[in-house]
Each structure stands twice: as C-alpha cells, then as structure tokens.
C-alpha cells in the first residue's frame, strides 16, 4: 500500500520556524503533485501549498511570503518550511500527493495522516 506520514510538527514561539516532511513509501510508479493543506477547530479547511513534479509552486495568500514547498525525488519526500509564524498558523498540517502505482494505472490521491502545530503568542 501507498503510505504517506508527516513528521516536523511541534509548538514554537510567534516569530519561529517548523519544517515538515512528508515521506512516501510503497508500490510507487511516479509522483505528481504534492502539497499541504491544513484545519483548526472550528476552522476551514485550506490549501496551503502545492508543488508540481516540475517544481512549480503555488501558495496559499495567508503564508506566501513566509512559507516554502519543496521536494526530494530520490528520498521521495515532501517539505513545508515555515518561517516567521504566528499564532494562526495553528492547525494540523496534512500533506497529499498525487500517485501512480505503477506505468498502466492512473493518478489517484493519497493522504497522510497529519502534523501538530502550534504557535504561541
């Protein structure tokens, strides 16, 4: 089975940095886009960032500017960096990527499970 797992997660001080990973593992063929989405209590649920196997990026307007989406092809793992926090940027952190598991099957998505973060003020 696909499996993805995010690890990073923590609680920091406004003003501080986290960066989160997101490993994948399993029958993998290719991976496409990846990305991060992210939900507090009582909140939306909202995109925060994505990355095209090209390397294409887009961000969410709330964390462009202080966030940062990459990845490692060989490590087959996902990064979120995340400076400059702020207190509303507490959420569980969750990353997604798109998938084929092998060179006859089509895209799907898989999710992993979520990251704890916490800003204080």
């Known amino acids: 089975q696909v499996q993805l797992v995010e690890s990073g997660g923590g609680l920091v001080q406004s003003g501080g940095s986290l960066r989160l990973s997101c490993a994948a593992s399993?029958?993998?063929?290719?991976?496409?886009?990846m990305g991060w989405y992210r939900q507090a209590p009582g909140n939306q649920r909202e995109l925060v960032a994505t990355?095209?196997?090209?390397?294409?990026?887009n961000y969410a307007d709330s964390v462009k500017g202080r966030f940062a989406i990459s990845r490692d092809s060989a490590k087959r793992t996902g990064y979120l960096q995340m400076d400059n926090l702020v207190p509303d940027d507490t959420a569980v952190y969750s990353c997604?990527?798109?998938?084929?598991?092998?060179?006859?099957?089509?895209?799907?998505?898989?999710w992993g499970q979520g990251t704890q973060v916490a800003v204080s003020s």
């Open positions: 399993g029958s993998i063929f290719s991976i496409g886009t």
């Open positions: 997604y990527a798109v998938i084929a598991k092998s060179i006859t099957s089509r895209f799907s998505a898989y």
């Open positions: 990355i095209a196997s090209s390397g294409s990026t």
